[in-house]
């Protein structure tokens, strides 16, 4: 499976008078692993969710691979096939099994029993759960629970995965396990991963970063800007 | 069927909701039966009343406002069983509410020989013989606790019990019969009768005596089948008009209460229905994961129902006062409707919220949280 290209051209989003990006544009190449860094407020949970169809721009373009993200007829269709959310809180649903969250994108696609079945067992063991298949959200720590949330995100085969604070409810240990996820999805799925976070680990784990301050885009950065923006 | 699999995990995972939303469509659909039972029941009575058992037509007085209060001259008999198909024909007076203390006990008055008195089996006693004496049916003895040589008094006249019958006619097993004479008297009508049954002759087609009986006494309502007593059976109509308005109103006020819930329901997991929306599924999807989810949760409030509704019915004509001659008549159709009503509850309840939850913004929602 190959990653999306993903290429914002001038993307402002505007929500009443406040003017929450500012005319953003940056490209990344299919299978990039890019940290959406900045402070808190600065935009970035805006920006994955026009990336991913969840909003639309007040102005510009976004284009994964050629499909116009802001012209979508069927933007549930979009996210269904191109998209893998991940986000800071895990919204496993309460009621259903830790197998069954996993299946949720495949059930809106009408994948079969049989395939659905195996797909979710196949990342039960991918994300190192497979024995904790029938348990529900409340019998999972935090750090297994977001797990199951990134194997979610990579039941319908996305070509990009937005993942939105990953790892910002998680202890340092849980969080290492959900980066080396991450990781593992960029090289093993070939999908490209935007994650935006504060974590201080994000350096060690994403090819390049794309900063934030207050809607605009700063970067690309050296190391001691990143730190500094993160900080 | 997954999608249903998950609806029902998500049914079952919130017992409480699903509990308190069940248990009032219950009400509303036992209410329901219940209506539905005891009016059937009284609508059969009724037709029993107005064939009195064994007749093949019943002739009232056209046009009168309640049954009891038809009026017929007992000389038109003669004239009756003159009318080609008709075998024979009697006269009853009812007297309605004149035993002290038990309204309830329906009084016939009758001559001692004709074909419907005719049917009786007396398990103790015989028929009367004098205008002093009574008989009761079983079903009065056990209630009143009389038997043989005790006295029934009908509106201050005395009269001996003489034999106990059977007849297997709820009204009249559960009333006297007297002299028809003595009837008279006490109603003040002498030569009179309350209604006419008649007996046709074997092979005789009842609408064809209908029409010869019509012709030869315009004044009178000829009742030939049980809807046509159903039709003049007051009561038993009006308890299913009321039936039908507690259907209507347990529509409405059912599904307000279910829609109330069903909304409370989708505010309260907007996040869900935003991860939904998030992972890719259509509003059309979600919209129809919350009407199935309000429609099984009516759908087992109208099975408590249908229960409830069953064993509510037969209090119901107790409380009433009336089991002595309505006993509910459940039929599989209005068991049928009221599930109908049940499921009708939780799609036009569930319709507003499951619109609702189809457009769950996910942007606003999961970026609040």
Do not use: C
């Not at chain 2, 002290?100 to 398990?123: A, C, E, I, L």
Request: proline residues 4%.
């Amino acid at each position: 499976m190959a990653g999306a290209r993903v290429v914002a051209a001038h993307v402002s989003r505007r929500y009443g008078r406040a003017l929450v990006l500012d005319d953003v544009s940056f490209e990344i190449a299919p299978g990039e692993l890019v940290a959406l860094s900045g402070r808190s407020g600065s935009g970035k949970t805006t920006l994955l969710q026009l990336l991913g169809s969840l909003d639309k721009p007040t102005s510009g373009t976004i284009r994964v691979d050629d499909i116009e993200v802001e012209h979508l007829a069927a933007p549930a269709q979009f996210r269904r096939d191109v998209v893998g959310f991940v986000f800071q809180l895990h919204y496993l649903l309460p009621s259903l099994s830790a197998q069954q969250n996993i299946e949720l994108p495949l059930v809106a696609a009408h994948v079969g029993r049989a395939e659905r079945t195996q797909r979710s067992r196949a990342l039960l063991e991918e994300v190192g759960l497979a024995d904790r298949a029938r348990a529900l959200p409340a019998d999972l720590s935090g750090g297994e629970r977001q797990r199951i949330a990134v194997a979610r995100a990579l039941a319908g085969r996305p070509r990009l995965i937005l993942a939105d604070e990953p790892t910002g409810a998680l202890d340092s240990s849980a969080a290492a396990n959900v980066w080396k996820l991450l990781t593992d999805v960029r090289d093993n799925h070939g999908a490209t991963v935007i994650v935006a976070s504060h974590d201080q680990a994000l350096a060690e784990h994403t090819d390049r970063a794309l900063h934030i301050v207050d809607g605009r885009l700063v970067g690309p950065a050296d190391t001691d800007e990143r730190a500094r923006v993160i900080a | 069927m997954t999608s249903l699999i998950q609806t029902l995990s998500s049914v079952r995972h919130r017992p409480g909701r699903t509990f308190l939303t069940a248990i009032g469509t219950a009400l509303g659909i036992a209410t329901i039966v219940a209506l539905l039972a005891v009016g059937a029941g009284a609508q059969r009575s009724a037709g029993e009343f107005f064939h009195l058992g064994a007749s093949d037509i019943g002739l009232f007085q056209k046009d009168a406002s309640d049954p009891t209060t038809s009026v017929l001259p007992t000389s038109m008999i003669k004239q009756l069983e003159r009318v080609p198909g008709v075998a024979s024909a009697t006269a009853f007076v009812l007297l309605v509410e004149d035993v002290p203390h038990n309204p309830g006990v329906v009084v016939f008055g009758s001559t001692p020989r004709n074909f419907q008195v005719d049917r009786m089996v007396f398990s103790a006693g015989h028929m009367y013989t004098d205008r002093k004496e009574a008989v009761i049916g079983n079903g009065t003895a056990k209630q009143l606790h009389l038997g043989v040589g005790d006295t029934l008094t009908v509106k201050h006249r005395k009269l001996r019990i003489v034999g106990i019958y059977h007849i297997g006619v709820a009204y009249e097993d559960t009333g006297a019969f007297i002299p028809l004479h003595v009837a008279q008297s006490i109603a003040g009508r002498q030569g009179e009768a309350t209604t006419i049954p008649v007996a046709l002759k074997v092979g005789t087609r009842p609408s064809q005596a209908k029409k010869a009986i019509k012709r030869r006494f315009p004044g009178v309502t000829v009742l030939t089948d049980s809807d046509e007593s159903i039709r003049l059976g007051a009561n038993g109509d009006l308890v299913s008009k009321a039936a039908l308005v507690i259907a209507v109103l347990a529509l409405v006020i059912g599904g307000i209460g279910v829609m109330n819930t069903e909304l409370m329901a989708v505010i309260e997991r907007r996040s869900e229905f935003a991860l939904l929306s998030a992972v890719g599924w259509s509003g059309r999807q979600i919209a129809w994961r919350v009407l199935v989810e309000g429609v099984v949760t009516t759908f087992i409030g109208a099975a408590i129902g249908l229960l409830l509704g069953v064993i509510g019915a037969h209090y119901l004509v107790k409380i009433l006062g009336a089991s002595e001659f309505v006993s509910p008549h459940i039929t599989a159709w209005a068991l049928g409707r009221a599930l109908l009503i049940g499921v009708l509850i939780g799609v036009l309840g569930g319709l507003y919220p499951a619109w609702r939850a189809a457009h769950v913004s996910p942007a606003r929602v999961l970026a609040q949280h």
